[in-house]
């Protein structure tokens, strides 16, 4: 597959993405966007690989959905392009993706690095939803996700008065799992992904989604959903391996199955 807006690449079992529009500081038009969610379903669907990463450039991991594409359309069109579907395809993802930011992170672009399961951002980055400055607000998790990353004061700043984050205060927040020097970002995510990847596939595909349940569920209901998810992973060989070697002092060889 050829794409345009993006380039795609592997880090032996890390998938990586990076969005390719420099000249717009990769803002995600719908190109972009149908390019990104194939290109992450591909990864998904490979075997080789046990994570991804999605990156921008230095100057901008991505500052926002494309305006331009947007600033004419009706409320009917933008229902009617159904760019949202493109965002619930990635949260369909069951592997773990790690955004690797630096510089702008804003608007969708901000959104889209929430929408990953974790964030390792560069010295440089910023994080801001300015959609109140066009006269909107955030339309694809900026009021959601947001909030429960980095509560309610932060993020009532950020979203109603266009406050942006340092990357010191994004970590500060909870928004960002580490803050690395610029020359070292990408490689320390993509470091990260391998860590991950090298782990028992099935084990971390149960567990991405029983902290995705956190967000979802009562407590009660999250507490039970997690246990049926640990009972089951009884049933894989490499639970047995996973036990068997510690037992036997020795590195667990995982199979995925
Ligand atoms: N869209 C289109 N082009 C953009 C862009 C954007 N979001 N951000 C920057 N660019 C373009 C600029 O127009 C400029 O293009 P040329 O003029 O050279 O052709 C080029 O990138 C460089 O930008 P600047 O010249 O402005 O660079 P500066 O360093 O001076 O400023 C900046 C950088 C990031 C502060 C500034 O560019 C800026 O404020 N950008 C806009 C940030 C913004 O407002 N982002 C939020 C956009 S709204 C949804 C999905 C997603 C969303 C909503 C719903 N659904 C599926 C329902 C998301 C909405 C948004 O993100």
Not at 75 to 82: C, G, P, S, T, W
Not at 123 to 141: D, K, T
């Amino acid at each position: 597959m050829t794409y345009e807006s993006i380039l795609v690449e592997t880090h032996d079992r890390v998938g990586l993405v990076r969005l390719n529009r420099p000249q717009q500081l990769n803002a995600l038009n719908s190109q972009l966007m149908e390019e990104l969610a194939t290109a992450i379903e591909a990864f998904d669907r490979e075997p080789a690989i046990g994570s991804i990463v999605i990156t921008g450039d230095e100057r901008a991991f991505a500052a926002g959905a494309d305006i331009k594409e947007m600033a004419a359309a009706s409320a009917v069109e933008m229902l009617q392009r159904d760019n949202i579907s493109r965002w619930d395809r990635l949260r369909r993802v069951r592997k773990p993706i790690i955004a690797a930011v630096s510089g702008y992170c804003l608007g969708g672009g901000c959104e889209l690095a929430l929408a990953c399961d974790m964030i390792v951002a560069s010295e440089s980055a910023r994080f801001g939803q300015p959609e109140i400055n066009l006269g909107v607000m955030p339309g694809a998790g900026g009021t959601q996700r947001l909030t429960r990353a980095v509560g309610k004061a932060v993020a009532m700043e950020m979203v109603l008065n266009g406050r942006f984050l340092t990357a010191d205060e994004a970590l500060r927040y909870g928004l960002v799992n580490r803050v690395v020097p610029v020359e070292a970002y990408l490689e320390e995510a993509i470091k990260l992904a391998q860590e991950i990847a090298a782990r028992a596939p099935v084990a971390v595909r149960l567990a991405k989604e029983a902290v995705h349940k956190a967000f979802e569920t009562s407590l009660t209901d999250g507490l039970e959903f997690e246990r049926r998810l640990f009972y089951f992973l009884f049933a894989t060989e490499d639970q047995k391996e996973g036990m068997r070697a510690f037992i036997e002092k020795r590195k667990p060889e995982w199979k995925g199955r």
